[in-house]
């Protein structure tokens, strides 16, 4: 069974940083992109960035392009996320999340994990 | 960048009714569209990719359709526990944004 979970989160300053870890388990983690979602209080899904299964492709949204670095370690079958200079408006739960078919570039978000909260206050 | 416009913004309808949700795309995004279920407090789930495909262990009261810019996701039979927000994602090109959302409420 595939199963995600993300860790990391918690309450930081702005212009503070965090880095928020997914550890993955029940599949093959290096034959599949993975996603960065967020969700802030209320509000709907925001796609954040994906890594491709090789890490040669590497996606943004403008929000967070130049503050937010995306990476994995598949001897560690684990995503991360480092996040710099955070604004009040990072603020959000953060999911990890799993393309649906191998080796695809991109494709639907067939497994998530339950999120980490990123809260961005002063 | 490709935008998403998900309608109705929220939905009403009982038990048994069939009830369809649109997404247009500002541009043709090639049947590269993805619907998700969300339920309050937990993450979201893959209802449907490629337009039309079932995802894994989906009810068939599910379907997708569309081609082009314009989609559209159709839950046949509403159930009590089809309440939830719904969301369309492009991954045609990123950012690989999603709709704003559907709130469905079962009467």
């Known amino acids: 069974e595939v199963h995600l979970v993300e860790s990391g989160g918690g309450l930081v300053k702005p212009g503070g940083s965090l880095r928020l870890s997914c550890t993955a388990s029940?599949?093959?983690?290096?034959?599949?992109?993975m996603t960065w979602v967020r969700q802030a209080p209320g509000k709907g899904l925001e796609w954040v960035s994906s890594i491709d299964h090789s890490s040669h492709y590497l996606y943004y949204v403008d929000s967070v392009r130049g503050r937010f670095t995306i990476s994995r370690d598949s001897a560690k079958d684990s995503l991360y996320l480092q996040m710099d200079n955070l604004r009040v408006e990072d603020t959000a739960i953060y999911h990890c999340?799993?393309?649906?078919?191998?080796?695809?570039?991109?494709?639907?978000?067939?497994?998530w994990g339950p999120g980490t909260l990123v809260t961005v206050s002063s | 960048d490709i935008q998403m416009t998900q309608s109705p913004p929220s939905l009403s309808a009982s038990v048994g009714d069939r009830v369809s949700i649109t997404c247009r795309a500002s541009q043709d995004i090639y049947n590269s569209v993805a619907w998700y279920q969300q339920k309050p407090g937990k993450a979201p789930t893959l209802l449907v990719e490629a337009a039309s495909r079932l995802g894994p262990g989906v009810s068939s009261r599910f379907s997708g359709s569309g081609s082009g810019s314009h989609y559209t996701l159709t839950i046949s039979s509403l159930q009590p526990e089809d309440s939830a927000t719904f969301y369309c994602?492009?991954?045609?090109?990123?950012?690989?944004?999603f709709g704003q959302g559907t709130k469905l409420e079962i009467k």
């Open positions: 999340a799993r393309v649906s078919i191998a080796v695809a570039v991109q494709s639907g978000l067939a497994s």
């Open positions: 994602q492009q991954y045609y090109n990123s950012p690989f944004n």
């Open positions: 029940g599949f093959n983690f290096s034959s599949y992109t």
